[in-house]
Nanobody, 124 residues
Framework: QVQLVESGGGLVQPGGSLRLSCAAS????????MGWFRQAPGKKREGVAA????????YYADSVKGRFTISQGNAKNTVYLEMNSLNPEDTAMYYC??????????????????WGQGTQVTVS
């Protein structure tokens, strides 16, 4: 069993930055990928970024490339999402997820088994 807890959300002005954290407990090494997703009111949950557990391969949605950076802590049980140049379109609830996405499917919600409760990011 894996538990995920997000933190770091908040209210920020356009052009500002935030750093989200996801602390994982349990057998995180049994998963092979951790991702960040977001969901705005009335919209589908979408993949933002993902990183292979214990590896260096990362994935990003086109809308955040060059602005967001996903990384792992040294103990590999914490994942961060550094968000820069934020704009109002980035406003959403951000969720951390862990699972075993098949190749090329890192942004599919169905590929992840474990989810956090989310942290709100508001850019205004």
């Amino acid at each position: 069993q894996v538990q995920l807890v997000e933190s770091g959300g908040g209210l920020v002005q356009p052009g500002g930055s935030l750093r989200l954290s996801c602390a994982a407990s349990g057998s995180i090494q049994r998963t092979n990928c951790m991702g960040w997703f977001r969901q705005a009111p009335g919209k589908k949950r979408e993949g933002v970024a993902a990183i292979e557990v214990g590896g260096s391969k990362t994935y990003y949605a086109d809308s955040v490339k060059g602005r967001f950076t996903i990384s792992q802590g040294n103990a590999k049980n914490t994942v961060y999402l550094e968000m820069n140049s934020l704009n109002p379109e980035d406003t959403a609830m951000y969720y951390c997820a862990a699972g075993w996405p098949a190749g090329g499917m890192w942004d599919r919600t169905s590929e992840y088994k474990y989810w956090g409760q989310g942290t709100q990011v508001t850019v205004s």
